[in-house]
DNA sequence: TCTGGGGTCCTAGGACCC
DNA sequence: TCTGGGGTCCTAGGACCC
């Protein structure tokens, strides 16, 4: 039995999320704004038709003919997190396994509904989770998560509430065809620029690329999501949640901060912040980053970016600690007679608490076959794909195992000589055998 | 005048060990 | 024709995501 996913996603959620406290915003454009008011990260359908982009500066909305209209928002996040629970607990009920993916989208494991009309089954958890939370939701259903972000795009786009591509293959050509490659989740502004300028400008176009060349100019996470629109599933359901690697807190200020003092006191409320997320989630940092920056809009000013990377004594969630060593890392950093215009703090190698790390080493973990029973890529495919057999003077493939404990790490082979040397990364590709 | 905040992963290459 | 092989760990920079 194949595997089925589904995408629930919030429409417009922040927007969406304002208008369940006061429901007379229905119907009106409705907009809300970033941190300090700085710009649009949230649009109503109202307010994207008057042509209020994403990401634009607050103050242009003000040039927009219709900005009378529209109703403006600063960012609510502690309601949005708590409605985005509501609609999670809700999508919960219908299914037996769910990955939040982002505070407005979850992928549901849909596999084993098929002796029903699936779009008759995600149209029903729209209608529910609408009913329940007031929160519109849209649902795409595919054989991978890839497929399944597609056809929630298809499903916004043309006002449905569930879209089910898994009925056919001719259906999914046809989606794969009208998607631009730069809207397929995973290629982003540079991959889409690349793919273009060699004539891949459709999804299909990328489906139906060839896997080594692909491979080559995208890396592994290129190859996968190739796989994927082909319906071949790279990515999992992951329903336990990680453990933070890194958190950050930072804020651009509203006007520039010229001294140490004003981005002291500024740095030290982020390192405070951060200190307590971490107490929150049971962790602990091994090291702080604080960076700073001027304002890389404006033309006039000066510019000056940088960073530094201090290790805390030991691993930490007290705010004192944390503190000291972020405003030591500033004084290291800090250039006078620049403008900043944002800062913050980064915590690193976070550990649960109680933990500090530490490596495992075992048996030599080299995997040939998935979990699917399909063959995997070695690394010496990989190096045959890149250079071609006989051309090889030396190359180096590193194969990253599945980890775990007791997992050896990595496993390299090193043949014949001279460079280029070559590493790749073992990531769980299969490949399908025609 | 005014342009967000918070994350993850991949790669190349170097340092260092036996 | 002409060279060591195997392994771990770390970092910077890039790309992508919501």
Known sequence: MSAVFGLA?????????ERVFDPALEGKPVVC???????VIARSDEAKALGVKMGEPAFKLRRLSAWRAIRVFSSNFPLYGDMSRRVMATLEDFTPNLEIYSIDEAFLDLSGFGDRSLSDYGNFICAQARKRTGIPVSIGIAETKTLAKIANRIAKKEARGAVDLTASLKLRRAALAATGVGDVWGVGRRGAEML?????LT??????????WVRARMSVTGARTRMELG?????DLESQPADRKTALVSRSFARPVETLDDLGEAVAAFAAGGAEKLRKAGLAAGSVTVFIRTNPFSKTDPQHNNAATLALPMPTNHTAAITKTALTALRRIFKADRRYKKAGVLLLDLAPQGRTGGSVQGDLFAPRTDARGGRLMTAFDEINCKFGRGTIRYAAAGLKAAGGPGKRKNWRMNQAHRSPRYTTNWNELPIVRA
């Open 9 to 17: 996603d919030c429409n417009n959620f922040y927007a969406s999320c």
């Open 33 to 39: 704004l970033s941190n300090n008011d700085g710009c």
């Open 196 to 200: 273009k300028s060699h004539g891949v």
């Open 203 to 212: 999804a299909l176009d990328l489906s139906t690329a060839p896997q080594a």
């Open 231 to 235: 319906g071949v599933p790279c990515l």
